[in-house]
């Protein structure tokens, strides 16, 4: 779309993706020591959220909670894991209510809805009410996983994506793509333009668990696994640009 304006004229970028939903890992929030609270991170992360709500997307937002707490990790050195779990879920509502604070801070309106109802800080989980928010412009940070046990928050992503009618999860990390091994540890590491559901599974890649996978897959709910800490990757990502690895159903898609 161009707007003329005299002898000036302005190209407006025309975004791909109308409603998205934002899978932040809690390790991004640590920063360079991968555990607590990094302010410059969270800031950060909160400008390059603002960038996709000034082009009038609709934003979801999951983040996990590795920075502050793992159920799992804690559950294979002897805690039950119910409890390891739902610890987890309260770390990702510390992050939810940082990342809230982050974009209200940059002129964003954010509302944090969880799983599991703490209702002097949050407001629960109501999919009609997560809509209308979006619809009104206001960035939506779902915490609190699916308020169950046992479901990482990679299946809380695919499972609010499928309820919120999002037309493709971005997976924020801190690397370029999916690679066939670890980037930071191997140089030689090949990175996947294209995959798809099935080859995650089949191939055991690790950038989601199989619930995950097989619940984007049912529901056709293409992924886009890119570099957070590239500034502007999110903002090309929503406007149809190449930017890390996409997952979807057929690679000719």
Known sequence: ?????????????????????????????GGKLKYG??????????????????????????????????????????MDRATGDYMGMLATV????????????????????TAIEMRQ????????????????????ILAAGTGNPYFS?????????????AEIIIKATKVDGVFDK???????AKKFKTLTYLEILNKGLKIMDSTAASLCMD??????????????NVEKAVLGGQVGTIICANKET
């Open 219 to 232: 529901n056709n709910i293409p992924i886009i696994v890119l570099n957070l800490l590239k500034k502007g």
């Open 94 to 113: 510390i992050n939810s209510l940082a990342l809230q604070d982050a974009l209200e801070r940059v002129g964003v309106f954010a509302r944090v809805q």
């Open 37 to 78: 609270l990094d302010p410059e991170i969270i800031d950060n992360i909160a400008k390059e959220i603002k960038s996709v709500k000034d082009k009038n997307i609709q934003t979801a937002v999951v983040i996990g909670g590795g920075n502050i707490f793992r159920g799992l990790s804690a559950a294979s050195a002897g």
């Open 1 to 29: 779309m161009y707007i003329n304006y005299g002898i000036i004229t302005i190209a407006m970028a025309k975004a791909k993706y109308h409603r998205i939903l934002l899978k932040l890992s809690g390790e991004i929030f």
């Open 121 to 140: 800080i949050a407001e629960p989980f109501i999919r009609r009410r997560a809509i209308r928010h979006m619809e009104k412009g206001r960035v939506v």
């Open 153 to 165: 928050t990679d299946t809380t992503a695919a499972l609010r994506a499928a309820e919120l009618d």
């Open 182 to 188: 670890d980037p930071l540890k191997f140089k030689d």
